[in-house]
C-alpha cells in the first residue's frame, strides 16, 4: 500500500529533483560513506568487535603455560630416597612427561597419587644400592613435546644437594655428589627470566606503563616503584609471611591491565587522572598485586630448603633482568618508528588500536581467569 506521500508521484527529470521530492537528506543520497560522521563509540565498536573476533580464532590463549615439572629427590639413609614427582595439569589433562631412573634403581614402595587443581602429586621410596644415585641418570621421557622445564632437587644424605633446570632438549639430568651455591643462583636467575618473559600479562602491564608516561626520563621512576613493590610481596608470600589464593591474584592481575588500558584511553582525549600525574603510585600499587602472581610461580617451582633467601634473590633479580631487557626492546622500537615517515592514517591510529587491543585482551583474562576460580 503506497503512503499518502507517494500517492500521484511522477518520477522528476533530474536525480536532485528526486531527492528534494521524496525528502531525501543525509550522507546516504549525498554519495557519501553513512557512517562518515558519526560519533567515536561506533568506530570504538567496530575495532572492539573486530579484536574479539581475532581472539576467537586464537585457541587458548594463556597467560601463563610454562609452568615446570618438579622432581625432589631425598636422602633419608644411604642408598634410600624420598622421591617426590609433580606434573602440571593443563586444561584438565596431565603433561605427557614420565620419570625414569637407571636399571639398578628398585621401588621400595608403590607411588601414592595426590590429584591438585593444577598437578598431580605422586610420593613413593626408593632404593639404588650402596654407590646411591650420584653418577647415575634420571631420565624425562615426553617433554620433548612440550614446552615444559623439569626443576630437579636432590638432597643428599651427608648434606650435599644440588638443584637443575632440564629443558626440553636435553631431556635428563646425571646426579652429582654436591653443587655449591652458584649453581642454585643460576638456575633461579635463569627460571626467573623465563618467567617473566614468558608472563604475557606481567609485560602487557609494563607496556601499558610505558604507553602512559611519554616522558622517557620520568619512566624510571614508575619502573622503579614497580619493581619495588612487586619484590616486596613475592618475599612475604614466598616465605610464607602473607598468603593469597592464586586464581583471584590471576583475576585481579588481568584487571589491573584493564584498568591501565582505559586509562590510556582516557589520556588520547584530553583527560587528566591520577594516573597520569603520579604514575609511581599506580605502579606501586599494582605492583604489590603482582608480586603475588610472581610468587605462584615461584612456588610452583618449589624452593630448596637450605637455599630459600639465595634462591628468592636470585629468581627476583632473573625478573628484573627480563623486565629491562623487554624495556629496552619496547624503547628501541618506539625510537625506530619515530624516525620513520609513515603515512598519517598509521601515526593517528596506531596508539588507539595498541589500546584497544590490550584492553580486550586484557578483558578476556580476566573473563577467563574468573571463570575458571568460581566454577
Known sequence: MSSPRCRGFKPPATLRTARRAVGCRGAACEGRPVFQGRTPRLQQFFLVTLWLGLLACVPGVQAHEARPAYLEINETTPGR???????????????????????????????????????????????AGSSGLAGKRIEFVGPQATITDVLVRVQLHDGGYSTTLVHPSQPWVEIAATHGPLIVALTYLRHGIEHILFGYDHLLFVLALILIVHDRKVLLLPITAFTLAHSITL?????????????????????????????????????????????????????????????????????????????????????????????????????????????????????????????????????????NFVT
Not at 589520556?267 to 587522572?273: A, D, F, I, V
Open 81 to 127: 630416597y624420598n622421591v617426590l614427582w609433580r606434573t602440571p595439569v593443563l586444561s584438565g589433562m596431565r603433561l605427557p612427561v614420565v620419570l625414569k631412573f637407571s636399571d639398578d634403581v628398585r621401588n621400595v614402595t608403590e607411588p601414592t597419587l595426590r590429584e591438585l587443581p593444577d598437578s598431580l602429586i605422586e610420593r613413593w621410596l626408593i632404593e
Open 235 to 371: 618475599a612475604l608470600a614466598t616465605l610464607g609471611v602473607v598468603h593469597v589464593p592464586g586464581p583471584p591474584v590471576e583475576a585481579t592481575i588481568a584487571l589491573s591491565i584493564l584498568l591501565l588500558a582505559c586509562e590510556i584511553a582516557r589520556l588520547q582525549r584530553g583527560e587528566t587522572s591520577l594516573t597520569a600525574r603520579r604514575p609511581w603510585v599506580v605502579a606501586f600499587v599494582f605492583g604489590l598485586l603482582h608480586g603475588f602472581g610472581f610468587a605462584s610461580a615461584l612456588t610452583d617451582v618449589g624452593l630448596p630448603q637450605s637455599d630459600v633467601p639465595l634462591a628468592l634473590f636470585a629468581f627476583n633479580v632473573g625478573v628484573e633482568v627480563g623486565q629491562l631487557a623487554f624495556i629496552a626492546v619496547v624503547l628501541s622500537l618506539l625510537a625506530l618508528v619515530k624516525r620513520m615517515k609513515l603515512p598519517p592514517i598509521i601515526e593517528r591510529y596506531t596508539l588507539p588500536v595498541a589500546t584497544y587491543a590490550i584492553g580486550v585482551l586484557a578483558a578476556f583474562w580476566f573473563f577467563e581467569r574468573l571463570v
